[in-house]
Nanobody
């Protein structure tokens, strides 16, 4: 069964950090560009980061550039999103997804081939 599972969400204080993990089963995540997205209540899902299939390129939304970092794990079939200096306006459900192409990855496009179920991130003091 093809599946993506996110983990690592939780409650963090403003300025804190979390590392999210996207784990794949049933297919090789390394064969895909992988993106991270988030959706806050009442808002559209937005792309925040993506890593290309060959790992040579990473992309970030302006809102997270310099604070978030995407990488593939040494353990196969995982992709991480390191989130630092989290802001009070960033609580959301965070999703990972496999991108259809590196071009769509570079555009942080929501036109993806598979979604995970999401992990909740709460930023509050």
């Amino acid at each position: 069964q093809v599946k993506l599972v996110e983990s690592g969400g939780g409650l963090v204080q403003p300025g804190g950090h979390l590392r999210l993990t996207c784990a794949a089963s049933g297919f090789a995540l390394g064969d895909y560009a992988v993106g991270w997205f988030r959706q806050a209540p009442g808002k559209e899902r937005e792309g925040i980061s993506c890593i290309s299939e060959n790992d040579q390129s990473t992309y970030y939304a302006d809102s997270v550039k310099g604070r978030f970092s995407i990488s593939r794990g040494s353990v196969k079939n995982t992709v991480y999103l390191q989130m630092n200096s989290l802001k009070p306006e960033e609580p959301a459900v965070y999703f990972c997804a496999t991108n259809v192409s590196d071009y769509l990855c570079s555009q942080l496009s929501k036109d993806v081939s598979a979604w995970g179920q999401g992990t909740q991130v709460t930023v509050s003091s």
